[in-house]
């Protein structure tokens, strides 16, 4: 049974780790998320808590996160800047998403013993880069071209769209046992959630922009978002994320659909204030932080030997297939070597895995409920690959030269 008491003290502590690990990032470069989640293993190891009593909360915890965090990573994209290097971004994204998700597959298996369509099912679920938030704690590390920067966070962005869509595609075909249908049932979850995203937004723009100054317009704007994600998971399971992002986006550019749509004129642009970007920011850093925080937990006390070993297994083939695909992402593209080793090794996973697993076991496939446990290996192995990876390849001395950035890459929301 959860102890309040102790959740409180343990919420409280994790706001406190979360920020300190950001300032030794800061002096480091060592990404917050590992000092997250060894607090967490912490807190199970001197026995504060047992994670089995948290594992009923993961995906409710998992869901609120990735609304939060793809709402936050809408609202930081740079369209002008997304737009020059889209073709590109989404090649790449594609071909790591379509790769990882036919190399665990493969592994689900022969190795696991899983039904092919579960297989890919797991597969596409385990496929997308982390979230947005959480892979610029590596941006952050790397020492190289902006361009680089921006391949690695952009496609964290996509890569949960194409996840999404692959695995709302192999649920129909799992429930239906017909491949050819599933085509419109897709198609039907990226249009609501777009649809709802984009159209929700230029009218929150407005009312925004007509009760600009006064009290609580952040609250009003987080509760329209879950509304919002309620209703689109409601039409179409998986469509409340794609809304989560397209919101965000328009959110996000004010400024810039103001002046296309006509919404205002120009010396009167529909913006989004500065305030409520920093309060999205912060609150989104507290959730990702007790998220990993709470993994760290459930990894102590959950992880059985053949969980860890299908894991490493799965985290392994993650960073095999992610080499040519990126390579063939990048043909004709020439990048420092250490730009392309960056590109290689910054493949950490997060919640997205989590919540759509979570979409699969509401589906039907109850199955899939018991494969949570190598799902917290992969996503442990993950980031601490990335992170030891990244700090070897980004090591001190002969700091390449990099671009001018034109994209800022810190926690808080931009100025």
Same mark, same amino acid.
């Given at each position: 049974?959860?102890?309040?008491?102790?959740?409180?003290?343990?919420?409280?502590?994790?706001?406190?780790?979360?920020?300190?690990?950001?300032?030794?990032?800061?002096?480091?470069?060592?990404?917050?998320?590992?000092?997250?989640?060894?607090?967490?293993?912490?807190?199970?190891?001197?026995?504060?808590?047992?994670?089995?009593?948290?594992?009923?909360?993961?995906?409710?915890?998992?869901?609120?996160?990735?609304?939060?965090?793809?709402?936050?990573?809408?609202?930081?994209?740079?369209?002008?800047?997304?737009?020059?290097?889209?073709?590109?971004?989404?090649?790449?994204?594609?071909?790591?998403?379509?790769?990882? !998700? #036919? /190399?665990?597959?493969?592994?689900?298996? +022969?190795?696991?013993?899983?039904?092919?369509?579960? =297989?890919? &099912?797991?597969? @596409?679920?385990?496929?997308?880069?982390?979230?947005?938030?959480?892979?610029?704690?590596?941006?952050?590390?790397?020492?190289?071209?902006?361009?680089?920067?921006?391949?690695?966070?952009?496609?964290?962005?996509?890569?949960?769209?194409?996840?999404?869509?692959?695995?709302?595609?192999?649920?129909?075909?799992?429930?239906?046992?017909?491949?050819?249908?599933?085509?419109?049932?897709?198609?039907?979850?990226?249009?609501?959630?777009?649809?709802?995203?984009?159209?929700?937004?230029?009218?929150?723009?407005?009312?925004?922009?007509?009760?600009?100054?006064?009290?609580?317009?952040?609250?009003? !704007? #987080? /509760?329209?978002?879950?509304?919002?994600? +309620?209703?689109?998971?409601?039409?179409?399971?998986? =469509?409340? &994320?794609?809304? @989560?992002?397209?919101?965000?986006?328009?959110?996000?550019?004010?400024?810039?659909?103001?002046?296309?749509?006509?919404?205002?004129?120009?010396?009167?642009?529909?913006?989004?204030?500065?305030?409520?970007?920093?309060?999205?920011?912060?609150?989104?850093?507290?959730?990702?932080?007790?998220?990993?925080?709470?993994?760290?937990?459930?990894?102590?006390?959950?992880?059985?030997?053949?969980?860890?070993?299908?894991?490493?297994?799965?985290?392994?083939?993650?960073?095999?297939?992610?080499?040519?695909?990126?390579?063939?992402?990048?043909?004709?593209?020439?990048?420092?070597?250490?730009?392309?080793?960056?590109?290689?090794?910054?493949?950490?996973?997060?919640?997205?895995?989590?919540?759509?697993?979570?979409?699969?076991?509401?589906?039907?496939?109850?199955?899939?409920?018991?494969?949570?446990?190598?799902?917290?290996?992969?996503?442990?192995?993950?980031?601490?690959?990335?992170?030891?990876?990244?700090?070897?390849?980004?090591?001190?001395?002969?700091?390449?030269?990099?671009?001018?950035?034109?994209?800022?890459?810190?926690?808080?929301?931009?100025?």
């Amino acid at each position: 049974m959860l102890n309040p008491v102790t959740i409180i003290g343990i919420i409280g502590a994790t706001a406190i780790v979360g920020y300190i690990a950001n300032l030794i990032f800061s002096k480091t470069r060592i990404p917050d998320v590992i000092w997250l989640l060894v607090f967490g293993l912490a807190v199970a190891g001197l026995g504060l808590v047992n994670g089995n009593i948290f594992l009923p909360v993961v995906p409710l915890v998992a869901s609120i996160a990735i609304v939060m965090l793809s709402l936050d990573s809408g609202l930081r994209t740079k369209v002008a800047e997304f737009r020059k290097h889209i073709p590109r971004t989404f090649l790449l994204a594609i071909l790591c998403v379509v790769f990882s !998700t #036919l /190399g665990i597959a493969a592994v689900g298996v +022969f190795v696991i013993g899983l039904d092919p369509v579960i =297989a890919l &099912i797991f597969g @596409a679920a385990l496929s997308a880069v982390s979230s947005a938030t959480t892979v610029r704690s590596f941006v952050e590390n790397i020492r190289g071209k902006t361009e680089t920067k921006m391949y690695i966070e952009y496609e964290s962005m996509l890569s949960d769209l194409i996840s999404i869509i692959l695995v709302m595609f192999f649920i129909g075909v799992y429930v239906t046992h017909a491949a050819g249908i599933q085509i419109f049932g897709v198609l039907l979850s990226v249009g609501v959630g777009a649809g709802l995203g984009f159209g929700a937004g230029l009218i929150w723009l407005l009312v925004l922009n007509r009760i600009k100054g006064r009290p609580f317009d952040y609250v009003a !704007t #987080l /509760g329209l978002v879950f509304i919002l994600y +309620f209703a689109a998971e409601t039409i179409s399971s998986g =469509a409340g &994320i794609i809304m @989560a992002i397209f919101f965000g986006l328009v959110l996000g550019q004010g400024k810039a659909f103001s002046r296309v749509l006509k919404l205002a004129r120009v010396e009167e642009e529909l913006t989004v204030s500065n305030n409520m970007k920093k309060f999205q920011s912060e609150i989104s850093f507290f959730i990702r932080a007790f998220f990993f925080v709470m993994l760290g937990i459930l990894a102590f006390t959950m992880i059985s030997q053949q969980y860890l070993i299908y894991g490493l297994v799965i985290t392994a083939v993650i960073i095999v297939v992610r080499i040519p695909a990126i390579r063939l992402a990048l043909l004709r593209r020439e990048l420092p070597k250490k730009d392309m080793f960056n590109l290689y090794t910054t493949l950490p996973r997060d919640l997205s895995a989590i919540v759509l697993i979570q979409i699969a076991v509401i589906a039907g496939i109850s199955s899939m409920a018991g494969l949570y446990g190598v799902v917290f290996v992969v996503i442990f192995a993950t980031v601490i690959f990335s992170t030891v990876a990244m700090a070897f390849f980004n090591r001190g001395g002969g700091r390449q030269r990099e671009e001018k950035p034109t994209v800022e890459y810190k926690y808080s929301a931009p100025q």
